[in-house]
């Protein structure tokens, strides 16, 4: 009886995966099709996923990764390959430089993206952290439940469980796809997530997004961020006096410090329309400046401060905090400028990069 039960199982397990492999087999070649736009869900942002898929690519090559840009979507939307291009231009010098900045991350999220996924799979020697004053909106004192869901986090923690677990997510695709899939079964898909998903499939191998559409400075806020950053910028005051953003700051200082990471923060300029989110204009936009530098003062990191007064001319940007192109070479020259001036760079062949296209 024990032989015919055992049977029994062994092939119900083998007719189970025999199932999950014409599943695998039939997913492949979905994805393969020129029709196919299931995208992985491995975060919240499709952006995040896109960038963290490329970042996984980097464990397969010797070269050490030189510069991690990171911070709000201000800084996805700047540019690796430039900053590669002009460091080269400048000094001869070939860097390899990574842009992990993404919309919504705090940089409470990022410090944990950075220590438990990041240098697990490639770790930098300088990580440029970019700073706006919509940072203040939600930098959270400590990392919610439900933050670090995300499969990511818990296929980095080295047991061997996250072992089998991150294997599954580099090799099969059922297990890559799987949120994606669950949200296409459901019908939990919007919109606005489909045009994220198809920003997400130009991500170029070193975190690029695509360059920006040409188009005029606008001349008033638009509704995105009259809508999201206009009212909660109302509690400025509370925001500044209160808020996490300060100290978590000095806390990514300490994380990096510990890995042995030179960390510079950087004050991305914002364009003149930012002034019109504020409640209190250039007052508050000074407020936070003066704040800024003296958190980074007393997290004993540099502050690279591309601006004098921290607000680029119009043709600089796209909306309030976004670059132009113009804005993109702008901040790719500025901040070449400081790694070779601060002897962050090293001499090595010219560089090969890899564009959006």
């Keep these: 009886m024990r032989d015919v039960n055992a049977r029994a199982l062994v092939v119900e397990v083998v007719l189970l995966l025999l199932v999950l492999a014409v599943a695998e087999m039939a997913l492949r070649l979905y994805l393969h099709s020129p029709t196919a736009t299931l995208f992985p869900r491995l975060f919240g942002s499709p952006l995040t996923t896109a960038k963290f898929l490329a970042y996984r690519r980097l464990d397969d090559q010797r070269e050490p990764l030189d510069v991690l840009l990171m911070g709000r979507s201000q800084v996805g939307r700047?540019?690796?390959?430039?900053?590669i291009q002009e460091v080269f231009k400048a000094s001869g010098a070939r860097l390899t430089v990574f842009n992990f900045g993404s919309p919504g991350h705090s940089v409470e999220y990022d410090r944990h993206l950075l220590q438990d996924v990041l240098v697990r799979i490639k770790q930098p020697r300088v990580i440029v952290y970019g700073l706006i004053p919509t940072n203040l909106i939600q930098e959270p004192g400590s990392m919610q439940p439900g933050t670090t869901d995300s499969p990511v986090f818990s296929a980095y923690t080295g047991t061997p469980a996250a072992v089998l677990q991150r294997t599954l997510l580099e090799h099969v695709d059922l297990i890559l796809y799987r949120e994606a899939l669950?949200?296409?079964?459901?019908?939990?898909?919007?919109?606005?997530m489909r045009y994220w998903e198809w920003a997400a499939r130009k991500i170029s191998p070193i975190g690029d997004m695509a360059p920006p559409i040409p188009r005029e400075p606008p001349p008033f806020l638009n509704t995105w961020e009259r809508k999201h950053l206009v009212p909660p910028m109302r509690h400025f005051d509370t925001l500044i006096a209160r808020g996490?953003?300060?100290?978590n700051i000095a806390e990514l200082a300490r994380t990096c410090r510990a890995l042995a990471i030179r960390l510079v923060l950087l004050a991305s300029p914002v364009g003149p329309l930012y002034m019109q989110i504020l409640p209190g204009g250039a007052d508050d936009?000074?407020?936070y400046r003066r704040r800024l530098q003296e958190a980074a003062a007393a997290a004993e990191v540099p502050l690279l401060d591309p601006s004098?007064?921290?607000i680029g001319s119009p043709e600089m940007f796209v909306d309030a905090t976004h670059n132009s192109q113009a804005g993109i070479t702008w901040m790719s020259q500025a901040i070449s400028a400081y790694l070779i001036e601060h002897g962050l760079v090293g001499t090595r062949d010219a560089p090969a990069v890899t564009q959006v296209q």
């Excluded at 996490?244 to 100290?247: R, S, V």
């Design 244 to 247: 996490a953003l300060f100290e």
């Design 308 to 310: 004098p007064d921290g």
């Design 182 to 192: 669950q949200a296409r079964l459901t019908g939990a898909g919007t919109g606005q």
């Design 78 to 83: 700047l540019s690796a390959a430039e900053l």
């Design 285 to 287: 936009y000074r407020e």
